[in-house]
């Protein structure tokens, strides 16, 4: 039988740099959830589809494929029908469109059984929004990440500037902020702690920390 790991929080919150470490110290897959929803999110946007319930968005997930694998230096790479879309996910449009497409009830239920196959498959740490209390509901340890706002935005901020992209402090704490908003105030699946989770705060913490915290975490309930 397969063990899956359920890493859920808010945006910015660490949760896949700590997940894939995790996962690697385990021997465990990675899923990372996120990501298949910024990708869905960037299809649209490249075929000029507004990321709302529609019939068109309906018909661009009969069309598309979604492929997590890992090149040579261990590192997720993300294929949007073939076409490694890694970096094009990661900027702060591609989250405020993987927000808003995440609370399509059809890109959810697009997404729901591919990551529930993961976790069939595979010993998984699947990080994301609702992954303990929808996704995997079953799962043997649920973690609930969280840090301040502030915090969280000035570690998109540090990354994003590390990646040489032209960015503000202030616009990307205001990101931090709607998406919060947004995800936890959708109407299907909504941002919550599960309530058999535990909740790990990272705030004052710094990223080798954090990791240790969450595998103590996975380590007591295994």
Known sequence: MSTAIALDGPAGAGKSTI???????LG?????????YRTIGLAASETGIEPVDSPELDALLSE???DLTFNDNGEQVVLLNGRDVSGLIRTPEAS???????AV?????????????????????MDGRDIGTVVLPDAQVKIFLTASPEARAGRRYKELIEKGMDVKFEDIL???ITRDFNDTHREI?????AEDSVTVDTTELDFEQSVEAILNVIKERL
């Open 19 to 25: 997940a894939r470490r995790a996962a690697k110290a």
């Open 28 to 36: 465990f897959i990675y899923v990372d959830t996120g990501a298949m």
């Open 64 to 66: 598309i494929t979604i």
């Open 96 to 102: 405020m469109t993987a927000s808003r497409i995440s």
């Open 105 to 125: 009830p059809s890109v959810r239920a697009f997404l729901l059984g591919l990551q529930r196959d993961m976790a069939k498959a595979h010993d998984v740490i």
């Open 174 to 176: 205001q990101d931090v």
């Open 189 to 193: 699946a909504p941002l919550k702690p």
